[in-house]
């Protein structure tokens, strides 16, 4: 069976068109239930990653998934990484000098997977020291430049209070990726927010708002796997 990993994934957004598509897709995230959970060819697994053991458990999601991995993507913290949390740096510096190295040693989780399961790989983030630290980003987007790949009446399935269909709205998105990774082809809507309506509609710093705020557009995944799933085809034709 194909299969997909999916790093710092709590929603299953990203993975819903690979399931929609028959593969197993396996779901790493600390908000999920310790152990591994499965719901058909959905696996969800309750785990928290540490940076100074990145090629550790990286080596234990290869091993745990098994053969035929395909594609990797990844969500990692940007907290100590996005440029909104500059001003927020110099006080995380003096308690931990390594917080950068840290942050960004977890976002590279998601390379080393996709090298050892010879997969297609690739991870979000917003823009940040992750472009002067680890390497430039690839390319970056909006969520509504992929709401064409949703249909005219979309609504959102878990937040549609918050977001409005179609994925209409701005939230400048930088991606990293490699290892054959085909960046998708662009449907863009008109934006009704020009920025993330998660900041604007959503208060406090609880874990439920950070769910939100970060929450995948639907569009894009879409648009993901499609191109990367065509491209897959194709090398195996």
């Not at 696996?43 to 098994?66: H, Y």
């Not at 950070?210 to 879409?222: E, L, M, V, W």
């Amino acid at each position: 069976m194909k299969k997909a990993i999916f790093l710092f994934d709590y929603t299953g957004i990203m993975a819903q068109p690979w399931l929609d598509e028959g593969y197993e897709c396996w779901c790493f995230d600390g908000q999920h239930s310790r152990g591994i959970t499965r719901d058909g060819n959905h696996v969800k697994v309750g785990m928290f990653f540490e940076a100074n053991s990145k090629l550790l458990f990286a080596q234990r999601i290869a091993s745990m998934v098994g053969p035929g991995v395909v594609f990797v993507f990844g969500f990692p913290e940007c907290t100590d990484l996005t440029n909104a949390g500059a001003k927020h740096f110099q006080k995380k510096r003096d308690f931990n000098p390594m917080f950068h190295s840290e942050a960004i040693e977890l976002c590279d989780l998601v390379r080393v997977v996709g090298v050892l399961c010879g997969s297609a790989w690739a991870f979000e983030n917003p823009m940040g020291a992750l472009s002067t630290q680890y390497r430039s980003y690839d390319f970056r987007f909006n969520p509504c430049d992929y709401g064409g790949y949703l249909p005219e009446d979309d609504a959102h399935p878990l937040y549609p209070q918050i977001y409005p269909g179609r994925d209409a709205y701005n939230k400048d998105t930088c991606i990293w990726h490699g290892n054959g990774f085909k960046e998708p082809k662009r449907k863009k809507v008109d934006p009704l927010y020009k920025e993330n309506p998660g900041w604007k509609l959503c208060g406090g710093k609880s874990t439920k708002t950070k769910n939100i705020r970060s929450a995948t557009p639907r569009g894009f995944a879409q648009a993901v796997f499609e191109s990367n799933r065509q491209a897959l085809s194709s090398s195996a034709a």
